[in-house]
């Protein structure tokens, strides 16, 4: 299902059911003269409404902009950039609304700077905004010392399971470091133009290389189809297993 499209009668069925409830996390950054800007959104919405033909799962429209940064690139080359405290604030408010509506079981799905799994500014944000919003929750829920109270006992038997409520909302990278290992990850060169190629061939123009001689596009030209279809297959069965 897709949130947008989504009625009242259908929330209230994925509320009763608990369903993964998945949130594209994006930005607008510049990949070299050959990637659409909205690459990493693109990576991020692409795996998750393949997911969703095989998995009975919430999608919601993703988060265009995000903590960019302009690292590989400033405005002028398209880069959209949002201030990492105000960002956080954005997510905040959005993980918010979910969980005060009754959703118990949401995912951020993250493809921007995160190799081998390590947070970066922008996944450091959405981390920290899912972790103020659960703590505020328990507390309000349960009272000021509701982890010391006895109705708690079952922490550590719960930890990370389905029943653990600090586990509710939880940041996903699109390519585990694993699925990573097991192909390739990059910006913009061979590994993410075949991913971005693989989910959204229009958003790749690999004729246009030539039009930048940046060091990490070079080994774009030897991006394919077939390495992309790859990288999606590992990364869908990766993400399966994971979100459930």
Known sequence: MKLEYMMTSDVQYAKEKN???????????????HCALGCDTFVCKGLAEKLE???EIVVCPPVWYGVASYAVGGPENGTVNIDVDVYEQYIY?????????????IYMLIHHQFEQENYMPMTLACAKAAKKLTMEYMENTMGKGWWGSNSFS?????LGSSADPLNMIKVLS?????VQNAT????????????????????????RLPESGAWFVQSAYEAS????????????????????
Request: proline residues 5%; charged residues 30%.
């Open 19 to 33: 369903l993964p409830v998945v949130i594209p996390i994006g930005t607008i950054e510049w990949h070299g003269p």
């Open 154 to 158: 079952t922490y550590y038997e719960n």
């Open 225 to 244: 189809t077939e390495l992309g279809m790859k990288m999606v297959e590992l990364s869908l069965k990766d993400l399966n297993e994971k979100i459930k």
């Open 93 to 105: 408010n959005i993980l918010k609304s979910m969980v005060d509506g009754g959703f118990r079981n």
């Open 184 to 207: 390739g990850y990059d910006h913009a060169g061979k590994y993410e133009s075949s991913i971005l190629k693989a989910l959204y061939p229009d958003a790749v123009k690999l004729e």
């Open 53 to 55: 033909e095989n998995k």
């Open 174 to 178: 699109c390519m585990s470091k694993e």
